[in-house]
């Protein structure tokens, strides 16, 4: 899982299996997050619509914006028109994992441990910063 800033610059990563759902592990990236202040709104996808993640966030005081899942019922919506315009700036993260395609090892891994995994992971995020500093 991956964390940028509003210019798509990464901020915090983490590295999990694929058991634990995004949801269980969203708060948890964002306390890792390397920048003095907290964001002011995480973007996500429609999985991130929970109101455990958002009432997590509101003790922090982040605001969630996702889209409502299919199933969920016209009066417990708690989005507006307005915020979920918002998550049209989502392809901001997705242009850092496009970033992440320039670098093999991370997309081939070849490391079979994740620590090790997590740390060429690092070390391109640490690349993509020095790249768009300097």
């Known amino acids: 899982m991956a964390l940028t800033e509003g210019e ?6 983490s590295l999990h299996s694929a058991r634990p759902h995004e949801v269980t592990l969203a708060f948890d990236l964002v306390q890792e997050c390397v920048t003095e202040e907290l964001p002011e709104r995480v973007i996500g996808d429609t999985a991130y619509d929970s109101d455990s993640l958002d009432a997590q966030f509101t003790e922090i005081d982040i605001e969630v914006i996702a889209p409502h899942r299919k199933n969920r019922k016209p009066e ?3 989005q507006d028109g307005r915020s979920l315009r918002r998550g049209k700036r989502r392809w901001k993260i997705e242009r850092f994992f496009a970033h992440l ?8 891994r070849y490391e079979q ?8 992971l690092q070390m391109a995020a640490t690349c993509i910063l020095v790249r768009n500093y300097f």
């Open 8 to 13: 798509g610059l990464p901020i915090a990563l």
């Open 113 to 120: 441990h994740s620590r090790n995994y997590l740390g060429w």
């Open 101 to 108: 395609q320039n670098f093999r090892r991370v997309i081939v």
């Open 76 to 78: 417990n919506r708690t």
